[in-house]
């Protein structure tokens, strides 16, 4: 009876051994399967985070695409108003140039016609009002009649010989 007692204990022993052993294995199987299914979790979160990291530089890249794209087409059209200005300012500098060389030309002619018609009055005012050349008569008579007044200047009748002279010689030149 002892024996049986003690094979009881035993077997109840090793029983609660086995459950124990048993209760492990499933708790070790339960810890493995929890640890898997938060290592799935986790790798879920990372991978959405991710795809989400993901979706936001593409669209911050796309986005910068798009600012890039239209900053180019607005250098574009500026260029392009740039240079049809730089067209319109060549136009009109053409323009005033032609105006400036049309201006020259009849400022030419226009001294051309001035300048001929006034050496054509000239000439007729010469024409008309011929120039006399005039000569002093009979003037070294002159410069010794004064001469004498200034020697005589009391006795001015001792010049009349010479004034008498000098009026034949003036009389003479008149006719």
Same mark, same amino acid.
């Given at each position: 009876?002892?024996?049986?007692?003690?094979?009881?204990?035993?077997?109840?022993?090793?029983?609660?051994?086995?459950?124990?052993?048993?209760?492990?294995?499933?708790?070790?199987?339960?810890?493995?399967?929890?640890?898997?299914?938060?290592?799935?979790?986790?790798?879920?979160?990372?991978?959405? =985070?991710?795809?989400?990291?993901?979706?936001?530089?593409?669209?911050?890249?796309?986005?910068?695409?798009?600012?890039?794209?239209?900053?180019?087409?607005?250098?574009?059209?500026?260029?392009?108003?740039?240079?049809?200005?730089?067209?319109?300012?060549?136009? @009109?500098?053409?323009?005033?140039? =032609?105006?400036?060389?049309?201006?020259?030309?009849?400022?030419?002619?226009?001294?051309?016609?001035?300048?001929?018609?006034?050496?054509?009055?000239?000439?007729?005012?010469?024409?008309?009002?011929?120039?006399?050349?005039? @000569?002093?008569?009979?003037?070294?008579?002159?410069?010794?009649?004064?001469?004498?007044?200034?020697? @005589?200047?009391?006795?001015?009748?001792?010049? $009349?010989?010479?004034? $008498?002279?000098?009026?034949?010689?003036?009389?003479?030149?008149?006719?």
């Amino acid at each position: 009876v002892a024996n049986d007692e003690e094979l009881k204990k035993r077997i109840a022993e090793e029983l609660a051994l086995e459950r124990a052993r048993r209760d492990s294995e499933a708790q070790k199987r339960r810890l493995r399967q929890e640890q898997m299914y938060v290592r799935d979790e986790f790798g879920k979160l990372l991978e959405q =985070e991710r795809i989400s990291s993901n979706e936001h530089l593409t669209r911050a890249i796309l986005r910068e695409r798009a600012a890039t794209e239209e900053e180019r087409q607005k250098a574009q059209r500026f260029a392009r108003q740039l240079e049809e200005k730089d067209r319109e300012l060549k136009k @009109h500098d053409a323009y005033y140039k =032609e105006q400036l060389a049309r201006l020259e030309e009849r400022s030419a002619q226009f001294y051309k016609v001035t300048t001929e018609q006034y050496q054509k009055a000239a000439d007729e005012v010469s024409a008309r009002f011929k120039r006399y050349e005039s @000569h002093p008569i009979c003037a070294d008579l002159q410069d010794k009649i004064l001469q004498c007044y200034r020697q @005589h200047a009391q006795e001015t009748l001792s010049c $009349s010989a010479l004034a $008498s002279q000098y009026l034949h010689c003036v009389n003479t030149a008149k006719q």
